[in-house]
């Protein structure tokens, strides 16, 4: 029984941006930091909703249709061994990335009252809305390693990683999915956010 070749295969996967809301803003945020998550910032001044409205549309993601958005990266490191006539997946890492992109509120201690509560609301929400994101894509994470894991052994290493990058292909579209649904169910909370603040 003996070891014939050790390899390590990278394939990396970018989702799309995960908006939240394809209306007047789509929602996200981040909370605490966490490891793969880089939290990026942009100045939004104003006083009135419809100054800060302007500002997003100005300097905002996704040439300001976004408040915030969540960008996913995910990179598999997969050590394939050959051992006694076939190639099995000895271990695999996935790398995980997230960069979420936020507003900074940089007059809002001098917007009137209505403003000012309607945004703290908003901003409570965001950060929970955003954390779920995160934890979705740490899951799916977990899934594509256990996936991967469990496939069958081949004959041939490149027969066996080339079918591991179309397994890696279908869990990862499977959490685009995830993320696409998440939205879709919290759509309707943001839009009465939204409609509190005077944009819908």
Request: proline fraction near 4%; aromatic fraction near 4%.
């Amino acid at each position: 029984m003996g070891i014939e070749s050790n390899r390590i295969e990278r394939f990396v996967r970018r989702s799309t941006k995960h908006a939240a809301l394809a209306v007047v803003l789509t929602l996200a945020a981040c909370t605490t930091p966490k490891p793969g998550v880089t939290t990026v910032y942009y100045n939004v001044p104003g006083t009135t909703v419809e100054e800060i409205n302007e500002q997003i549309a100005i300097r905002g993601p996704q040439n300001g249709h976004a408040i915030g958005t969540t960008e996913t990266r995910m990179t598999p490191k997969v050590r394939t061994l050959r051992q006694d006539g076939e190639c099995r997946i000895e271990s695999v890492q996935v790398v995980l990335e997230l960069k979420v992109t936020l507003p900074r509120w940089m007059e809002l201690d001098r917007a009137d009252r209505r403003t000012r509560t309607g945004f703290a609301a908003l901003a409570t929400h965001v950060e929970v809305h955003e954390q779920r994101h995160v934890e979705i894509s740490q899951e799916y994470a977990v899934k594509i390693e256990e996936a991967l894991l469990a496939m069958p052994p081949e004959k041939s290493c490149r027969v066996l990683i080339t079918k591991a990058r179309a397994k890696f292909r279908e869990v990862f579209e499977q959490h685009n999915q995830a993320q696409r649904n998440f939205d879709i169910q919290e759509r309707a909370a943001i839009e009465r956010r939204l409609t509190a603040l005077g944009y819908l």
